[in-house]
């Protein structure tokens, strides 16, 4: 199976600040890669599929680019509700998540 | 709306057996593959299990291979995760979630709707 890196693994990041999360494959993976977001003691929610698709529901401040190995899930103004674990997936594979934090 | 609802986690003593139900309502089950992803405490998820619509294909995760069924009964809207031989290291949330194929020819796919989880512990 193809390895999912994800970094960081954790950072810190104020309320309206631009935030980028990467995410690499271990071999081309083309723009097939997607992005969840998971708040303590809940199921994990799609926000991002294809790489660049945005699920119905999901606000606009986040987005996906990519493609081949190299991929990023950018939030473009963090609101408090986005303080969560970050994961991308690709078929069978999840990376190791990046927990996202208030400074 | 789309829900999936599972039940049957609780505590197992190591070498044990657990049945994990998940019910399904809202879109037409049977159109779909459903997967069983997992969570252990504190760490990251992990795929566990698919199915195909029909049932007729089944994968698993080297780790449960053996161990772990995966099956679906589509007049019921339900899937299941038979769960034999349990170890220390199948602790874990276990949710229920359905796959959406991007390119069904390529194998890629998300999970679009997941359950709210339901907690195996495997401990004597």
């Known amino acids: 199976d193809i390895q999912m890196t994800q970094s960081p693994s954790s950072l810190s990041a104020s309320v309206g600040d631009r935030v980028t999360i990467t995410c690499r494959a271990s071999?081309?993976?083309?723009?097939?890669l997607n992005w969840y977001q998971q708040k303590p003691g809940k199921a994990p929610k799609l926000l991002i599929y294809?790489?660049?698709s945005l699920q119905s529901g999901v606000p606009s401040r986040f987005s996906g680019s990519g493609s081949g190995t190299d991929f990023t899930l950018t939030i473009s103004s963090l609101q408090p509700e986005d303080f969560a674990t970050y994961y991308c997936?690709?078929?069978?594979?999840f990376g190791q998540g990046t927990k996202l934090e208030i400074k | 709306e789309v829900q999936l609802v599972e039940s049957g986690g609780g505590l197992v003593q190591p070498g044990g057996s657990l049945r994990l139900s998940c019910a399904a309502s809202?879109?037409?089950?049977?159109?779909?593959?459903m997967s069983w992803v997992r969570q252990a405490p504190g760490k990251g998820l992990e795929w566990v299990a698919n199915i195909k619509q029909d049932g007729s294909e089944k994968y698993y995760v080297d780790s449960v291979k053996g161990r772990f069924t995966i099956s679906r009964d589509n007049a019921k809207n339900s899937l299941y995760l038979q769960m034999n031989s349990l170890r220390a290291e199948d602790t874990a949330v276990y949710y229920c979630?359905?796959?959406?194929?991007?390119?069904?020819?390529?194998?890629?796919?998300?999970?679009?709707?997941w359950g709210q989880g339901t907690l195996v512990t495997v401990s004597s």
């Open positions: 979630a359905r796959a959406r194929f991007v390119v069904p020819a390529a194998g890629q796919y998300y999970f679009d709707y």
């Open positions: 809202g879109f037409t089950f049977s159109s779909y593959w």
């Open positions: 997936q690709q078929r069978r594979s």
């Open positions: 071999q081309s993976i083309s723009s097939y």
């Open positions: 294809a790489a660049s």
